[in-house]
C-alpha cells in the first residue's frame, strides 16, 4: 500500500494530475478481462453444457484488453503519424486534421511502459504464465509503479511482479546500493548527457553552417547524450527501487561494446526488445499467414533458405513496430527501425562471404584487433541510425549525411573549432574526462559490479569514492538555460 500510495502520488504531482485517470482506466480494463477469464474457467463446464465455447469467451476478454490498450495508444501518441504518412490525400478535414492533432496534448506519464507491461501480463494469465491478481490495488502498482513511468523499464510479471506484494524489511545494504546507483545515474545525466546535448543541439540546429567532421562530432555526441540520459534515468529508476528492496530488469549492458547489430540490441533497451520478441515477434511466426508464408517459401527456396526468408518477413513488421514504438514520425521507423532490420539482414546474408575472405586471408576471427573493428564498425552504423533519430525530418536526415561525407573538414580538429559547438576548453574537458571515467567504469563492470567491489573496501576509501562522486555532480553537473530535472529523452516514447 505504500508503494501504491507513493506511485499514484507521484503521478498527480508529476504534472496534469487528471491524467491518471489514463493508467487507472487501463489497470481497470486489464482487471476486468482477467476476472472474465478466470470465470469462464471456473465455469467451463457449465458454460459447454449451455453450448457455449469457453476458449472463444477467454480469448476474446483477452482481445478486448488488448484493443482498449492499443486503440488509447494509438490515437493519443500515434494518430500524428497517420496524418503526417496521407498528408496530401483528401481524407482528414482541417477541423478533423486540427482534433486529432490536439489529441497529443492528453499524452499521459508512461503510457508506452504501462501499457506493454500491463498487455504483456494479461497475455501471460491467458495462456497460463502468470498467476492472475485478485486485487486492483495490486495490479494497478504493478501497472503504475512509479520509478518505471518516466522511461520504463517494462516490467514482465513472471519474472518480476511477485516481489512487488512481498514483505520488505529495512536492509541497510540494499538502501545504500540504491543511492549509489542513483548517484552514478545522476553523474551520467547531468555531468555528461547535458553538456553532449549542447554540442548536439548546435550541430543539428544549423547543420549548414556545421558540414562534414562538425556533423560526425555532433552525432557522436548524441549517441553519448541519448546513452548517458537514458541508462543514467534508468540507474535512477533500478536505485529507487532497490532502496525498497525491489529488483527491477536492467535495461543496458554497455550496448557501445556490442559487435553487431543483433548484440546491441541484447544490450540496448533490453526489455523493449524482450516484450517486441515475445508479444509479436514470436506469435507473429506462429501465425497461420506466416505459417503458410514458410510452406510456400520452403517449397521455392528449400528448406534452409525458406526459413532465412520467412524470419526475415517476420524480422521486418518486427523492426517496423519497433520504430513505430519510438515515435509517430517517419524518422524513428528509419532510425531505430528499418535499418536496424537491413543491417541485421544483410549481415546474416553476408557472413559466409566475410567467412571465406577471413580464411583466404588467413585472419583469426577471434583476433583481439578485429574485435575493436567490429565494435567500432557497429558503433558507426548505430550512429547512422541517430542521424534519422535526431534529426528534425527524414530529408533533413539525408541532406545531413550527404553533408557529413562530401565536406572534408578534420581540420576543425585541431584549429579549436570544437570549442566553438556550445562548450568551451573548460566544459570540454569536463566532458571528455567525464566520459573517460565513464569508459573506465565500463570496462570494469564487465568483470562485475563495480558497486559490490567498492562494497568490499575499507569505509575511508568506500566513502572517498562516493562522496568524490557525489560532489563531482553537485560541482561539475550541468543545470544550463532551460534545463528541467523532470525531462528524459525517452519519456516522450
Known amino acids: 500500500m505504500v508503494l501504491l500510495i507513493a506511485s499514484v502520488g507521484y503521478y498527480l504531482l508529476s504534472g496534469q494530475g487528471f491524467l491518471i485517470l489514463y493508467p487507472i482506466a487501463a489497470v481497470g480494463i486489464s482487471y476486468l478481462g482477467i476476472?472474465?477469464?478466470?470465470?469462464?474457467?471456473?465455469?467451463?463446464?457449465?458454460?459447454?453444457?449451455?453450448?457455449?465455447?469457453?476458449?472463444?469467451?477467454?480469448?476474446?476478454?483477452?482481445?478486448?484488453?488488448?484493443?482498449?490498450?492499443v486503440v488509447v495508444l494509438f490515437l493519443l501518441k500515434y494518430v500524428n503519424f497517420c496524418i503526417n504518412t496521407i498528408n496530401g490525400i483528401a481524407f482528414f478535414s482541417g477541423r478533423q486534421e486540427a482534433l486529432l492533432s490536439g489529441l497529443s496534448w492528453f499524452v499521459p506519464l508512461g503510457i508506452s511502459y504501462y501499457s506493454l507491461s500491463l498487455i504483456g501480463y494479461v497475455v501471460d494469465v491467458y495462456f497460463g504464465i502468470a498467476q492472475p491478481l485478485?486485487?486492483?490495488?495490486?495490479?494497478?502498482?504493478?501497472?503504475?509503479?512509479?520509478?518505471?513511468?518516466?522511461?520504463?523499464?517494462?516490467?514482465?510479471?513472471?519474472?518480476?511482479?511477485?516481489?512487488?506484494?512481498?514483505?520488505?524489511?529495512?536492509?541497510?545494504?540494499?538502501?545504500?546500493?540504491?543511492?549509489?546507483?542513483?548517484?552514478?545515474?545522476?553523474?551520467?545525466?547531468?555531468?555528461?548527457?547535458?553538456?553532449?546535448?549542447?554540442?548536439?543541439?548546435?550541430?543539428?540546429?544549423?547543420?549548414?553552417?556545421?558540414?562534414?567532421?562538425?556533423?560526425?562530432?555532433?552525432t557522436i555526441a548524441f549517441a553519448f547524450q541519448l546513452y548517458t540520459n537514458f541508462s543514467g534515468g534508468m540507474d535512477i529508476a533500478l536505485g529507487i527501487a532497490q532502496t525498497f528492496g525491489l529488483k527491477l530488469p536492467e535495461n543496458f549492458d554497455r550496448p557501445f561494446f556490442s559487435k553487431n547489430i543483433s548484440e546491441y540490441w541484447r544490450r540496448w533497451h533490453i526489455t523493449l526488445g524482450v516484450w517486441m520478441k515475445e508479444y509479436i515477434f514470436y506469435p507473429l511466426l506462429r501465425s497461420s499467414f506466416f505459417t503458410k508464408l514458410g510452406k510456400n517459401m520452403r517449397s521455392k527456396f528449400g528448406k534452409k533458405k525458406g526459413k532465412q526468408l520467412t524470419t526475415f518477413a517476420g524480422m521486418f513488421v518486427l523492426w517496423f513496430t519497433v520504430g513505430v514504438w519510438h515515435g509517430g514520425d517517419w524518422k524513428y521507423v528509419i532510425g531505430s527501425g528499418l535499418l536496424h532490420w537491413f543491417y541485421i539482414v544483410s549481415?546474416?546474408?553476408?557472413?559466409?562471404?566475410?567467412?571465406?575472405?577471413?580464411?583466404?586471408?588467413?585472419?583469426?576471427?577471434?583476433?583481439?584487433?578485429?574485435?575493436?573493428?567490429?565494435?567500432?564498425?557497429?558503433?558507426?552504423?548505430?550512429?547512422?541510425?541517430?542521424?534519422?533519430?535526431?534529426?528534425?525530418?527524414?530529408?533533413?536526415?539525408?541532406?545531413?549525411?550527404?553533408?557529413?561525407?562530401t565536406v572534408w573538414n578534420p581540420a576543425v580538429l585541431v584549429n579549436g573549432a570544437v570549442f566553438g559547438l556550445g562548450l568551451d576548453w573548460i566544459e570540454f574537458t569536463i566532458a571528455m574526462v567525464s566520459l573517460l571515467i565513464l569508459l573506465m567504469v565500463s570496462l570494469l563492470e564487465e568483470k562485475g559490479s563495480v558497486r559490490e567491489k567498492i562494497g568490499r573496501k575499507k569505509l575511508p576509501v568506500r566513502w572517498i569514492i562516493w562522496y568524490g562522486l557525489l560532489f563531482y555532480v553537485i560541482l561539475l553537473g550541468y543545470y544550463g538555460p532551460g534545463f528541467s530535472a523532470t525531462e528524459f529523452i525517452y519519456q516522450g516514447f
Open 35 to 69: 476476472r472474465s477469464m478466470i470465470g469462464t474457467k471456473e465455469r467451463t463446464e457449465a458454460l459447454k453444457e449451455k453450448g457455449k465455447d469457453p476458449e472463444r469467451m477467454r480469448r476474446t476478454a483477452l482481445m478486448w484488453v488488448i484493443v482498449a490498450n
Open 134 to 218: 485478485k486485487s486492483p490495488a495490486k495490479l494497478a502498482l504493478y501497472g503504475m509503479f512509479f520509478p518505471c513511468m518516466l522511461s520504463g523499464p517494462i516490467l514482465r510479471y513472471r519474472e518480476d511482479g511477485n516481489q512487488f506484494f512481498e514483505p520488505h524489511s529495512f536492509d541497510y545494504v540494499q538502501v545504500t546500493r540504491g543511492m549509489q546507483r542513483m548517484l552514478w545515474g545522476f553523474f551520467k545525466v547531468l555531468v555528461i548527457s547535458e553538456r553532449m546535448a549542447l554540442i548536439v543541439n548546435t550541430v543539428y540546429g544549423d547543420y549548414t553552417r556545421y558540414p562534414g567532421v562538425f556533423i560526425w562530432l555532433g
Open 347 to 405: 549481415g546474416e546474408l553476408l557472413e559466409p562471404w566475410f567467412d571465406k575472405g577471413m580464411k583466404r586471408l588467413h585472419i583469426n576471427p577471434k583476433a583481439g584487433w578485429l574485435n575493436g573493428f567490429r565494435i567500432l564498425r557497429t558503433f558507426f552504423l548505430v550512429n547512422i541510425g541517430f542521424v534519422f533519430f535526431r534529426a528534425a525530418s527524414v530529408g533533413d536526415a539525408f541532406r545531413m549525411l550527404k553533408e557529413a561525407v
